[in-house]
Structure formats: structure tokens, C-alpha cells
T-cell receptor
Framework: GAGVSQSPRYKVTKRGQDVALRCDPISGHVSLYWYRQALGQGPEFLTYFNYEAQQDKSGLPNDRFSAERPEGSISTLTIQRTEQRDSAMYRC???????????FGEGSRLTVL | QQPVQSPQAVILREGEDAVINCSSSKALYSVHWYRQKHGEAPVFLMILLKGGEQKGHEKISASFNEKKQQSSLYLTASQLSYSGTYFCGTGGPSPNNAGNMLTFGGGTRLMVKP
């Protein structure tokens, strides 16, 4: 596809359930980033990959959050035992190299009831 | 620590100029600027690297003063399409950890009226 694709676009889940959010980056982009954006706020860094290697996960809030990019392309962000405070827009972004323009996806809006 | 943006909001008439400031309490290697329209993804505007260079993008330009740890975004002769929320993202303090692990400010809402 032409841009970064994320799915699902909207996810409503009950507290305690696990969710998996998927990101399909722009073909050939080396770096993939996960950000979280609260309403009216700037994006907040979570984690990033170069190819399949997770380079930094310092932004993940706690150990309920994990991410993978096993083949260096599609990435999945998993949130276990969701809590209401996890509700937010989760945005994936890719970049052709580690430093440079970030191409953001449309995001996955997660609502935890 | 999150950079501080000012003003928080600004309303302009088409054709007027605006300046958006971004200030950090920590040393910076890079400052990134993005614009986000309501309900859409953030879109890249430009990156400024340590060295104080000023970059331009049509009628939008920016400067970076690494000594003051500040960046400013200049919008001249604003157009209706400039409306949106502008975010600065800071990286650094060195090239090794600059990357795109950005810390974004709270945003500046810009509205351009006819």
C-alpha cells in the first residue's frame, strides 16, 4: 500500500481482555515506531524497531505491553489484561532510516470499558 | 521531559503571520515539526539538527537555537490549509540517541480564518 496501514481502526474491549494491534509499514522502511496519543495531546513514544530488532522499549508503560516485528515488516503491539487507562489512540509510524521523516498511520483507537 | 510549546492556541486571518515556539529543559540534537489536522495522522513538516540552521518549506520555515534549547516555527502569509495542531518533537542530546524516539510537546492549535 501507499501508506502505513493499521488495524483495527477501532477496538472496544472489556477490562481484563488482551488486545493486539497491527501495523503494516511502508514497504522497504527500515524503522518502525509505536506511539500512543491521548486526545488533545502529542504522541508519546512507546517502542521502536530497526528491521526485526527491537531497539528501545523504554516508553512501554509496564510489562503488560509488548511489541514484535518478527520478519522486519509487520508489527504487532499487544496489551495484556487491559485497563481503562490504556484507552488511547495507538499510532504506528515508519521511516526509511532511523532518523528522518516519520510516516504515521491513521491509528488504532482503543477503548477499554 | 516534554518540551513546552507556546502559544497553546492562535487564531489568524488568512494572509497573517504566526510564530510557534518550542522550548526544552534538556540538551537537544534535533527538533522535528509535525502538523496534525483534526481526525488525521500527524504529517511531517521538517527536521532541524544541531547547528542552528534554518529550514524552509514553502512559506513555513523554522529555526533551532541549541544553546537556548529552543526552536521556532514561522508561518508567513498563512493559508486556510495551515489550520491544524502543530507539534514539536525533540530528540537528543546526541546523534546516537537522536533518532525518532521523539518527545512531543503538547501542541499549538492554529486556526486560519478567511
Amino acid at each position: 500500500g501507499a501508506g502505513v496501514s493499521q488495524s483495527p481502526r477501532y477496538k472496544v474491549t472489556k477490562r481484563g481482555q488482551d488486545v493486539a494491534l497491527r501495523c503494516d509499514p511502508i514497504s522497504g522502511h527500515v524503522s518502525l515506531y509505536w506511539y500512543r496519543q491521548a486526545l488533545g495531546q502529542g504522541p508519546e513514544f512507546l517502542t521502536y524497531f530497526n528491521y526485526e530488532a527491537q531497539q528501545d522499549k523504554s516508553g512501554l508503560p509496564n510489562d503488560r505491553f509488548s511489541a514484535e516485528r518478527p520478519e522486519g515488516s509487520i508489527s504487532t503491539l499487544t496489551i495484556q489484561r487491559t485497563e481503562q487507562r490504556d484507552s488511547a489512540m495507538y499510532r504506528c509510524a515508519s521511516s526509511p532510516r532511523e532518523t528522518g521523516e516519520l510516516f504515521f498511520g491513521e491509528g488504532s483507537r482503543l477503548t477499554v470499558l | 521531559q516534554q518540551p513546552v510549546q507556546s502559544p497553546q492556541a492562535v487564531i489568524l486571518r488568512e494572509g497573517e503571520d504566526a510564530v510557534i515556539n518550542c522550548s526544552s529543559s534538556k540538551a537537544l540534537y534535533s527538533v522535528h515539526w509535525y502538523r496534525q489536522k483534526h481526525g488525521e495522522a500527524p504529517v511531517f513538516l521538517m527536521i532541524l539538527l544541531k547547528g542552528g540552521e534554518q529550514k524552509g518549506h514553502e512559506k513555513i520555515s523554522a529555526s533551532f537555537n541549541e544553546k537556548k534549547q529552543q526552536s521556532s516555527l514561522y508561518l508567513t502569509a498563512s493559508q486556510l490549509s495551515y489550520s491544524g495542531t502543530y507539534f514539536c518533537g525533540t530528540g537528543g542530546p546526541s546523534p546516537n540517541n537522536a533518532g525518532n524516539m521523539l518527545t512531543f510537546g503538547g501542541g499549538t492549535r492554529l486556526m486560519v480564518k478567511p
